[in-house]
């Protein structure tokens, strides 16, 4: 006597749901390693910020006459060129060149980028001009810096700055 079976296809079903299984998990990876890609970036750039912020704080730290004039006081995109490599400058001069060279460093860092500085000297207590302004610490003036560039918001492939949003970092400090 011979015994008919009735599972008949049962293991093909159990294939077909495992491979099913398998590619949705596949699909769901994919898209967190899009996503952690998306975030490595953005972290990236924030660090990339980060440095330049502190890269032009230092230049200004080292020029502290052209910072109490206002030579620092000023937007990028900066228009501005000064050659300090070759030729003796002066102070206003040598800020002229910083803020050239760290408006073409933040253009080749950050995707459309836009930065001012603003420094306070209504509290150092004497006249920029003086031979006081060499002493340190402490000065008594702060200055203002905001960075500002787009990032792509997550889920979108676009590349238009439509589709963007724009992040911000402001630092306030004591050059």
């Known amino acids: 006597m011979q015994v008919l079976s ?11 749901m495992a491979v ?54 000023q ?12 030729a003796r400058c002066t102070p ?7 803020f050239a060279e760290w408006g073409s460093q933040l253009a080749a860092f950050l995707p459309s980028p836009t930065a001012q500085i603003t420094c306070d000297n209504s509290k150092i ?7 006081q302004v060499s002493m340190r610490p402490p000065y008594g003036g702060t ?5 500002s560039w787009y990032e792509r918001q997550t889920g979108d492939e676009s590349i238009n700055t439509a589709n963007q949003f724009q992040q911000t970092f ?3 400090f004591q050059p």
């Open 20 to 73: 099913l299984i398998f590619s949705v998990s596949l699909i769901g990876m994919a898209g967190l390693l899009m996503m952690a890609t998306r975030s490595n970036q953005a972290a990236y750039l924030r660090t990339q910020v980060a440095f330049l912020a502190g890269n032009m704080a230092d230049r200004m730290r080292a020029n502290p006459a052209a910072v109490w004039d206002g030579s620092y006081n």
């Open 92 to 98: 206003d001069q040598l800020a002229t060149a910083d």
């Open 6 to 16: 009735r599972q008949r296809g049962v293991s093909l079903i159990e294939v077909l």
């Open 170 to 172: 402001a630092w306030t």
């Open 125 to 131: 207590g004497f006249t920029p001009s003086s031979t």
């Open 143 to 147: 200055c203002n810096m905001k960075i």
């Open 75 to 86: 937007s990028v995109p900066f228009t501005g060129t000064q050659d300090c490599q070759t």
